[in-house]
């Protein structure tokens, strides 16, 4: 009895592993899903403020990341003009506000938020086209100047924006 349980063991696990063996599953970790037979350049024009209140270095840094990110995660060559997929936009609201209070009736927490907005073309395929706002913010508290938060602050939410818009444009999450 002991043998034939040892037996059909070995068999029940020798059909595991070859059952596993012939299944395969493929994963792109970049998380871009494009056709690179149709879709080959991408054209990302630097977005300018448009926003009333304004950090000066907040443009070169979205501009340099959002170019970064379709560079080291896609295949496409960036051009300068007729690319398969355009990106253009322009940041449109850099504001804080408060976010919490505290029990003296004091603002505990202020929210940092960027807001950008984008027209996505994709010339191979228009029924992608979009025109949409993408919005991060970020908290930090009171007890601590803008000035010292915030080119880490701005740095996190430009990082956010730009994955919301790889998401959106070449994703198809």
Request: aromatic residues 10%.
């Amino acid at each position: 009895m002991k043998h034939l349980r040892a037996y059909l063991y070995i068999i029940g696990l020798t059909l595991m592993v070859a059952v596993m063996a012939a299944c395969s599953v493929s994963y792109k970790f970049n998380g871009a899903s494009i056709d690179y037979t149709k879709t080959k350049t991408i054209q990302i024009a630097d977005f300018p403020i448009r926003s009333s209140y304004v950090w000066g270095p907040m443009g070169p840094m979205f501009n340099n990341e959002i170019k970064d990110k379709f560079a080291s995660n896609t295949q496409l060559v960036q051009v300068s003009r007729n690319g398969d997929l355009k990106i253009e936009g322009e940041i449109t609201q850099y504001s804080q506000r408060n976010k919490s209070v505290s029990a003296e009736g004091y603002s505990a927490q202020t929210e940092l938020s960027i807001t950008v907005n984008v027209r996505f073309t994709n010339t191979k395929n228009h029924a992608e086209d979009f025109e949409k706002q993408f919005t991060s913010a970020k908290t930090y508290d009171t007890t601590q100047s803008l000035a010292s938060v915030q080119e880490e602050l701005v740095t996190q939410i430009i990082k956010d924006l730009v994955d919301q818009i790889f998401n959106a444009t070449v994703a198809n999450w």
